[in-house]
């Protein structure tokens, strides 16, 4: 079996109970590309408006979307129940981006970290 190996990092900007924010970094076999990623969790006031998520500050506005619903395989350890959380985000790959964008390991990139930031702060400011 050929299995080419892609490393991929990922840096938490803000975890809490009600959120998380992430910057994640991937190799493409060519090139690093970058993401932007806000999971909200049932816990944070604006989980039901999908309107207000859409409209956070994402550059170009928000690219990803989804639903994920977590539950135990069966196992009943306590506090384990049935969770979902709404995950959104925004990569930096499109034809206007920056085409050099670095290597994760030589710093994060300056427009994903800044654009994190600004998502930790309208989720915290409700």
Partial sequence: ??????P?????????????VTIDAWYDGTRWCWNVYAYVYEAHKM???????K???FLEGCS????????PLKIDYKGQKVGTTKVLGLDYNHLYDD???????????WKAEQDAHELVAALESV
Avoid: C, H
């Fill in 1 to 6: 079996m050929n299995t080419e190996i892609k």
């Fill in 8 to 20: 991929k990092v990922i840096i938490n900007i803000k975890r809490t109970n009600t959120f998380t």
């Fill in 47 to 53: 989980f039901a408006d999908d309107k207000w998520l």
């Fill in 55 to 57: 409209s956070l500050p």
């Fill in 64 to 71: 990803y979307s989804s639903l994920q619903t977590y539950q």
């Fill in 99 to 109: 085409p050099y964008l670095p290597d994760p390991f030589d710093g994060i990139y």
